[in-house]
């Protein structure tokens, strides 16, 4: 039997044209044969791109494209139908033109040897850990500072809710480190349609944080470690026409985790020892507002 192959990619740049294979495809006509093999090895994109690309928006792109050609089955009988569903992809998932294989018996059977041949792996669904960039920075972070991670570095920080009207959030602070102030850290997720608004509430509240003296280390500051897909140059433009304006509230926005990494190392006094005592395993009454309202 005639089949035709394609080699489904990950390209964030089109002006560089870089990519990464990310999985497979097999179309046979003559038994109306369309499936797809995806890798489980996600962490060859930090491999080849860095390890700013977020792996879960490659990740759901893998579960959804599958999806997607179950759905489109039915709609292609040809090689030119197959070709028409390829041209119009428009992201940054690309899909090559077809090429021509010689399918002996089994297609299944085919796609499974093709796959193995081309990716090196098995074919069989593995459990792959993917970092996060809130695990990647303490990593990193903890590979500079070694066994003074501890003495500079506070981890245990629990939720703080803000009851600020327009803004009702929760703030999830990753880590904290003092150098004159008490920087909270938290992970912020940026998409184009959210960024402002979300840029606008970080500043709300790292400016209300800056008015409230905390008992235990005194006056605080927000710190925001921007997380966003590498691909939206959209985002990064509101970045940085937005974070003057933070800045003018005290509070600083990242997105670069070597910049943040080394502005810690530089500037982290160590924690008095009643702070490396604490562990805050519940919500304590440690951020309230004149209204003593918990934030």
């Known amino acids: ?62 579960k959804s494209f599958v999806n997607r050609i179950d ?33 002996i ?14 990716f090196k792996e098995s074919a069989e669904p593995i459990k792959v850990k993917r970092s996060s960039i809130e695990q990647n920075f303490l990593k990193m972070l903890r590979s500079k500072l070694k066994s003074k991670f ?46 402002f608004r979300k840029m606008s509430c970080d500043t709300i509240i790292g400016k209300f944080l800056t008015t409230e003296k905390n008992k235990i280390w005194g006056e605080q500051r927000l710190i925001i470690l921007a997380d966003f897909d590498s691909n939206h140059n959209e985002v990064i433009e509101q970045l940085k026409a937005f974070r003057p304006i933070m800045q003018s509230n005290d509070v600083e926005i990242y997105t670069d985790l070597q910049q943040i990494t080394t502005k810690i190392i530089k500037e982290a006094k160590k924690l008095p020892e009643n702070l490396r005592k604490i562990t805050l395993t519940t919500q304590p009454n440690f951020l309230k507002d004149r209204r003593n309202i918990l934030i």
């Open 1 to 62: 039997m005639q089949g035709y192959y394609s080699l489904i990619q990950y390209c964030p740049d089109f002006t560089r044209l870089e990519v990464c294979n990310l999985g497979l495809l097999l179309y046979c006509q003559e038994c109306n044969y369309l499936s797809t093999k995806m890798t489980q090895n996600f962490a060859r994109i930090h491999a080849i791109f860095g390890r700013e690309h977020s792996l879960d928006y490659v990740q759901t792109f893998a």
């Open 71 to 103: 759905s489109e089955r039915e709609n292609i009988k040809s090689l030119e139908s197959l070709n028409k569903f390829i041209s119009r992809r428009a992201n940054n998932f690309l899909i090559t033109l077809p090429r021509s294989i010689n399918i």
């Open 105 to 118: 018996s089994d297609p299944a059977q085919e796609l499974i040897a093709l796959f193995q041949e081309i």
């Open 150 to 195: 501890d003495d500079f570095i506070i981890r245990s920080l629990p939720k703080i809710a803000v009851p600020i009207p327009g803004v009702h959030r929760e703030i999830r602070p990753c880590a904290g480190f003092m150098n004159g102030f008490f920087n909270i850290i938290v992970k912020e997720r940026f998409t184009p349609q959210d960024a």
